[in-house]
């Protein structure tokens, strides 16, 4: 995708076109400029948070530092409440009754300050509210990051990784009500750790 846009869609190509096509008329707003495109089928690695979901959204920069201060925040809520929509379509009407897990059907891509991308990972088995308040974080958590980086809460949480690294990963856990960093480095060996119990 080009630079050039607010908001973008990647979806595999075996999503049923109408969930895309209902979350863009969901959220179009005039000088909205929203990018989609279907993406085949892949093989990919076992890192759970690091495989790409069934459909990815992208926040571009220009969404927070430019169209949002041209529409007002009032968009937001046509963005929240389209991808709430979404979410029953692709986790049901009563999305509670999932087994909880990292879900591998949607996730969030927005690119930092800094030049790194960070990948917001949503839970299966929560409540739509519980959903509704993950999408209320994370605008805020973007929004104050754009307005006041570097001494924002997002830089100040990736900057507790173990490791450096280009791509970042968050989750949200629906107890906490909040965001939390994913560290590649201490999730690999939690897996290690777990293989080696099961070995025994």
């Known amino acids: 995708m080009s630079n050039d846009w ?3 869609i990647s979806y ?6 109408e969930f895309i096509e209902e979350f ?7 000088g909205l400029d929203i990018k989609h495109e279907p993406r085949e089928r892949g093989v990919y690695a076992n890192l759970e948070w690091a495989i790409p979901t069934l459909v990815i959204a992208y926040l571009a920069k220009p969404y927070f530092e430019g169209f949002l201060n041209e529409a007002g925040k009032d968009h937001y809520q046509l963005l929240k409440q389209g991808t709430l929509a979404l979410f029953v379509r692709l986790f049901g009407e009563k999305p ?3 087994p909880p897990r990292r879900t591998p059907l949607f996730s969030l891509v927005a690119k930092l300050e800094d ?12 409540l739509l509210n519980e959903y509704e308040e993950s999408l209320d974080c994370l605008y805020e958590l973007l929004s104050e990051h754009y307005s006041h980086y570097p001494m ?3 830089t100040s949480m990736v900057a507790e990784l173990s490791s450096p690294s280009r791509s970042l990963y968050v989750e949200y856990v629906p107890r906490e009500s909040t965001w939390v ?6 999730e690999a060996q939690k897996a290690r750790i777990a293989q080696e119990e099961r070995n025994k």
């Open 96 to 98: 509670e009754k999932r």
């Open 24 to 30: 863009i008329e969901a959220v179009s707003f005039p």
């Open 152 to 154: 924002d809460r997002l």
């Open 181 to 186: 960093l994913i560290d590649p480095l201490k």
């Open 6 to 8: 607010h908001i973008g």
């Open 12 to 17: 595999q190509e075996d999503i049923p076109v």
């Open 115 to 126: 030049g790194r991308s960070i990948k917001f990972i949503f839970p299966e088995g929560a």
